[in-house]
Each structure stands twice: as C-alpha cells, then as structure tokens.
C-alpha cells in the first residue's frame, strides 16, 4: 500500500513508510503466522505502515499505530494479540482509532485463540511457544 502525497494539515494523517524486517519479529506468535502465511503461499509484509493516531501541536506524530502484518493481495492488515487482557483492550482502541481515521484502511484482529486455533488446524510447530 503507497501511501497518497498529501500538503498542509492532510500530512498530519499520513501513513508512514517504514524499513520492514521481514526476519525480526516482535513476539514468536508473529513468527508463527509468518510461517503459516508463507506456507500457503500468501505474500505478506511485516508492519510496513505506521499510522500516526493523535499529533502534537506542532504537527509531529505523537502516539502511532503499526500493524503487524500486511496482506497486499487481499489488501488488508492484521495485528496479532496474544497478551493479557487489559493490553488486548488497548489494541483494540488503537485499531477502532485506526479505523475512525483512516476509513478505507482494513484492520482485522487476530487473538491468542485465532492463533492456538490456526497451528492446531495446520499441525503447526509452535516452537517458539506462545508465551503471553
């Protein structure tokens, strides 16, 4: 996803390209997905977009949104959750924010479930664990 030129204010709302390391990954469960996703041959990006979600007054970002994964085929970007509940909450008001702002962007949660769920189906080693 390219993110459109935008001047003046409009910049304040502008998705931010960022460096993707497709090999690092902030929790084992992303690892985990990663595999399945390339296992089915699905392209897949690592949080290639940072969408800023409240500014500053001088127009900088100053608390942003970076999904975990972006699906170019399907044109949809999922974030995965595994961790406690109280840290669930707040993903899921940065992605009701996400989508309040960017209304053509799709975000789908996937949850510690999803995940358990999805490497039982597909008999998916879940070395490392999935540990919250």
Do not use: C
Not at 28 to 37: D, K, Q, V, W
Not at 77 to 94: I, S
């Amino acid at each position: 996803m390219s993110p459109p030129t935008l001047s003046g204010d409009a910049r304040r709302r502008h998705p931010s390209l960022a460096p993707g390391s497709a090999q690092s990954f902030a929790h084992p469960s992303e690892e985990i997905f990663a595999r399945l996703l390339t296992l089915y041959g699905h392209e897949w990006l690592s949080e290639p977009l940072e969408f800023p979600l409240a500014w500053n007054d001088d127009g900088t970002t100053a608390r942003a949104f970076r999904p975990d994964f972006y699906l170019p085929e399907h044109g949809i970007f999922l974030e995965l959750t595994t961790l406690r509940q109280d840290l669930v909450t707040a993903k899921n008001r940065k992605v009701r924010q996400l989508t309040e702002l960017y209304p053509d962007v799709q975000v789908k949660m996937l949850y510690r479930r999803d995940i358990v769920a999805l490497i039982d189906k597909y008999h998916l080693d879940s070395t490392p664990r999935l540990a919250g």
